[in-house]
């Protein structure tokens, strides 16, 4: 029997096809790697034990043992908590298999000495938008002008600001029966807000940058991959509204804004992380991060060689 | 009042799940979809036109991105 003891493990899903890119340069690199599907779990059998920190099991025709002294990096592409709330129709094994299996996969937090793209304990925290941009003022970045608020608070704004962007200060992806509904950054114009209203939860008010260019970069590591993001006509919205009409454009970045995007993932605990920025007259501002933002989309429109750089990383001592 | 974050709120489908295309399966001890007539040919470097389409932004669902989101 064939045992796969793993210097690399790779926690996925089995249509993350993103994952599959980095499988094929780890492949290349001749790496001994484990991949793990969340989705697979179900259906395998397996132990940890949290003290001997050591995982064994099956799952079809693979077996596969994790042992602390061969384990040396884990790339982590699982969510941190559930945000999806459970709908009526999930039975409670169904409930069960979601969140317990969610459970055993965040145990391998147990492993602290290897390295991992991204520790999800990091990616939790990176994650919170207002902690993410305390954290990137100190790192050097403009960061436009924010509040949150119940309200349409705009004391903090520039008197001659004309425009506000208006955005949830967590990820609100909703269930609307048998759609979907997802909250993008909404730009309005100071005078069409009510700063009186009251709102059922709190938002970010925020510095409305029009006109803009629309900055996405991607950091592994030290290295930074970075695109402006075009439409026909000017974006002043949320780009990614605009999905496939829109192209994505290698620039090179100054480089105290490299060091700054470097340093900003550096100091949030992470390896990876996906920058979105703003130029604005001239200026370049900082708008958010995602410690678990997608790329393989960014390699079908540049030559960049994402992947690659993310299997360097983990291979490197 | 509304919510103000549903004022311009961005409706639609429930995702379709996305399957690899005939001819390819995924193999448990290589990690990745291959051609079930070699497993040396990956699915997302091979040159045919059903390559899953990674290559956009697609509803930038930010739950931990897309799959990864459950």
């Not at chain 1, 077996?63 to 884990?74: D, G, N, Q, V, Y």
């Not at chain 2, 995924?26 to 497993?39: E, F, I, L, R």
């Amino acid at each position: 029997m064939n045992i796969i003891r793993p210097d690399i493990l790779v926690i996925s899903n089995k249509l993350d096809f993103s994952t599959d890119y980095v499988i094929y340069q780890l492949k290349h690199l001749k790496k001994d790697y484990l991949r793990i599907n969340r989705d697979e779990l179900p259906n395998s059998k397996i132990k940890l034990n949290p003290l001997s920190k050591t995982i064994s099991g099956t799952i079809k025709n693979l077996t596969f043992e994790i042992r602390p002294e061969k384990l040396k990096a884990i790339y982590y592409r699982a969510p941190t908590f559930l945000r999806k709330v459970f709908d009526n129709e999930t039975t409670p094994e169904n409930q069960l298999i979601k969140t317990q299996w969610a459970a055993f996969v965040r145990s391998l937090i147990i492993f602290e000495n290897v390295k991992w793209i991204n520790n999800p304990v990091s990616t939790y925290r990176a994650e919170n938008k207002p902690y993410q941009l305390m954290k990137a003022n100190e790192c050097g970045f403009e960061i436009p002008k924010t509040l949150i608020a119940n309200y349409c608070e705009t004391s903090h704004l520039p008197e001659r600001n004309e425009f506000i962007a208006i955005k949830s200060i967590d990820t609100a992806y909703l269930n609307l029966n048998d759609k979907n509904g997802f909250v993008y950054t909404s730009i309005y114009k100071k005078k069409e807000l009510d700063d009186s209203a009251l709102n059922s939860t709190p938002f970010f008010v925020q510095e409305g940058l029009v006109p803009k260019i629309d900055l996405r970069i991607t950091v592994v590591g030290s290295k930074t991959f970075a695109v402006k993001i075009i439409g026909k006509e000017q974006i002043d919205g949320d780009w990614r509204l605009l999905k496939d009409k829109i192209n994505y454009v290698p620039i090179n970045l100054p480089k105290e804004v490299q060091k700054k995007c470097t340093n900003l993932v550096m100091s949030l605990g992470l390896e990876f992380g996906a920058i979105d920025m703003i130029i604005h007259k001239n200026r370049y501002f900082f708008i958010e991060i995602n410690p678990t933002g997608e790329w393989a989309w960014l390699m079908s429109n540049t030559k960049f060689d994402i992947d690659q750089e993310i299997a360097r990383l983990l291979t490197e001592n | 009042m509304k919510n103000i974050l549903l004022r311009n709120l961005e409706v639609f489908d429930r995702n379709q799940r996305t399957d690899a295309p005939a001819g390819f399966e995924y193999d448990n001890v290589v990690g990745a979809w291959v051609s079930k007539q070699n497993k040396t040919n990956f699915l997302v470097m091979s040159q045919s036109p059903d390559v899953p389409n990674v290559g956009t932004k697609k509803n930038d669902m930010e739950t931990g991105e897309d799959q990864k989101g459950e």
